[in-house]
């Protein structure tokens, strides 16, 4: 199916379904690449600087040239100012691009997926994480989790949630992952093998400066035993932001979902986080 929107590859705007990249482009032989996926509504293109910054680092631990022959601010600009008005998810993807020839810059955009009403059902992948210095890197190898997210969806769930070798909770496939137990908010820590996710990393400063009430906030490893006492599960990503979770199959099958309330507290304190953000943005 030919993509409703146009793409921006190397500064030059693509028809819908147009754009292209060389054979011999090393984010697409060797998956050398990393890439964002940004949230955007009301004009604004939310916590930009948060997803640039992990963009470079990636680009650092990749190898890909620099100083690179864009401003990447100004390019993403310019290809937003062409689409239309409606929340989006913009996805930059940066990659090393032909041997010789300097890196590869990708804009795109797609319609924001909506996650289930009131809560998703989510599974966990049978194959675990193992730890390395790439898992830390949102890099376009994504092979595991694709795999992990298909083996959940021929189940019935839409998220697959990642465990390590040592049986503690990575992330989801697409999302970072938060647990009640005990009473108190759980995530896993950036050591058992996620990504820091920009949700995630502004949702935990918000919370380190104003805490829910009775509910103290743990960044700790989480063992997937645990989620069998767990009150209620959540997922962060930048299009969804907050979102809850029904059952964990095999592990949990009867959460809160939205009607939870931590889930409920959370969606409220990071609408507030975004109006912020976008009050700062002059919008």
């Known amino acids: 199916m030919t993509a409703p929107y146009p793409a921006w590859v190397n500064g030059e705007l693509c028809a819908p379904g147009e754009g292209r990249v060389s054979v011999d482009d090393a984010g697409f032989l060797l998956g050398l690449s990393v890439f964002e996926s940004i949230y955007r509504a009301d004009g604004v293109l939310y916590f930009l600087a948060d997803h640039l910054e992990r963009l470079l680092e990636g680009v650092g631990a990749l190898g890909i040239p620099v100083p690179l022959p864009w401003d990447l ?10 689409l239309p008005d409606h929340e989006l998810v913009v996805r930059m993807t940066l990659t090393r691009g032909v041997p010789g020839a300097g890196p590869t810059l990708v804009l795109g955009a797609r319609d924001v997926a909506r996650p289930p009403d009131p ?18 890197l949102k890099s376009t190898n994504r092979l595991r989790y694709v795999l992990a997210r298909e083996e959940a969806r ?5 998220e697959a949630l990642v465990v390590n070798a040592d049986g503690e909770l990575c992330e989801g496939t697409i999302s970072n992952v938060f647990v009640v137990v005990d009473g108190a908010l759980a995530t896993p820590t950036l050591e058992s093998g996620g990504l820091p996710g920009v949700v995630r990393q502004r949702l935990l400063a918000e919370l380190a400066e104003r805490p829910l009430d009775g509910v103290p906030l743990q960044e700790r490893p989480v063992r997937l035993d645990e989620l069998a006492r767990a ?20 592990h949990a099958p009867a959460l809160a979902g939205a009607a939870g309330p931590v889930a ?3 969606r409220q304190r990071f609408a507030e986080v975004e109006e912020r953000y976008r009050s700062r943005a002059g919008r």
Not at 73 to 82: G, I, T
Request: charged share 15%.
């Open 264 to 266: 409920r507290a959370l």
């Open 119 to 136: 809560g998703a059902v989510v599974a966990v992948s049978s194959s675990p994480k193992l730890a390395h210095v790439v898992d830390n």
């Open 231 to 250: 009150s209620e599960v959540l997922l962060t990503n930048s299009s969804g932001r907050i979102l809850p979770v029904v059952s964990v199959l095999d």
């Open 73 to 82: 601010e100004e390019a993403l600009s310019a290809y937003v100012s062409v």
């Open 154 to 158: 021929a189940r019935g769930a839409w």
